[in-house]
């Protein structure tokens, strides 16, 4: 049967936005053989590079579910309720948040400071410092924003921003006090089973990723593969574990299935 394969970015596909030659020979020969590629992000349209989306794969699913473009379509678009976001920026304006929109991406200056430690080339990074500040947001502005991403200062002002957060919503936990409010309808999953829908043919769904955000698509597909430096968590929800990414990990799991 063919598969439609869903890849998360950082860490699966590429590392500071650079993409190992043997993945992207593995995504051309998998297409080859009639295969579907989908990039499958937590990221907004905006924070994608333009190469990605030169390179003309079968769909991209933005902003961890809530937007979902198909054959250059755009066929899903959940935004943010301007209400949801207006609040959050309230009650997280004495943390590092920015408001990652389709279109446009607005950031405080908490969070542009946080971002000037990773100034490294190629990085998400750098593009969050290129990004507009939160004052000069306008009302139209808060109707593309699908996701508000937030850096807390501590575990107890984590816990007190998450406390008032709507049930409506739901937060993703990252690293070093990192995280995302989005959707709670919408994630990884919902975008594997919007796609899948939208065929008429029959498909079997594979998802690759690496961290915890991937967790729900990994669940979801009928073949969940994670990569070799992949976290704990998903290593232990996978069916297969490949090798590192730097070690032509996204390649040797497209050999594994079959794909190539």
């Given at each position: ?34 295969h ?10 905006c ?27 755009q ?43 990773f ?15 939160i ?29 008032q ?17 989005t ?10 089973q ?11 769904t594979?998802a690759?990723?690496d ?41 040797k ?8």
């Amino acid at each position: 049967m063919k598969k439609i394969i869903f890849l998360d970015l950082d860490g699966t596909l590429w590392t500071f936005e650079k993409i190992p030659s043997s993945a992207l020979k593995a995504i051309e020969l998998a297409r080859k053989n009639g295969h579907k590629i989908y990039i499958n992000t937590g990221r907004t349209r905006c924070e994608i590079p333009q190469f990605l989306l030169d390179m003309n794969l079968d769909g991209y699913c933005f902003g961890a579910g809530s937007e979902i473009i198909i054959d250059n379509k755009q066929v899903l678009f959940e935004p943010l309720k301007k209400r949801d976001t207006q609040f959050i920026q309230h009650i997280a304006k004495d943390s590092g948040f920015s408001l990652e929109g389709s279109k446009m991406t607005f950031t405080n200056e908490k969070n542009r400071e946080r971002m000037l430690q990773f100034n490294t080339d190629n990085r998400m990074g750098n593009r969050f410092l290129s990004f507009p500040d939160i004052s000069t947001i306008t009302d139209d502005d808060y109707n593309q924003v699908m996701k508000v991403s937030i850096h807390f200062d501590s575990l107890s002002q984590r816990e007190e921003i998450l406390r008032q957060i709507p049930k409506h919503l739901t937060f993703t936990n990252f690293l070093h006090l990192g995280g995302e409010i989005t959707h709670s309808e919408y994630n990884k999953a919902t975008a594997i089973q919007f796609v899948k829908d939208y065929y008429s043919e029959e498909y079997e769904t594979v998802a690759m990723g690496d961290s915890e955000n991937d967790l729900p698509m990994l669940e979801y597909a009928d073949i969940s593969v994670a990569m070799g430096n992949g976290v704990k968590e998903v290593k232990e929800k996978a069916d297969y574990v490949t090798d590192k990414i730097d070690n032509d990990g996204l390649y040797k799991a497209f050999k594994y299935l079959k794909l190539i």
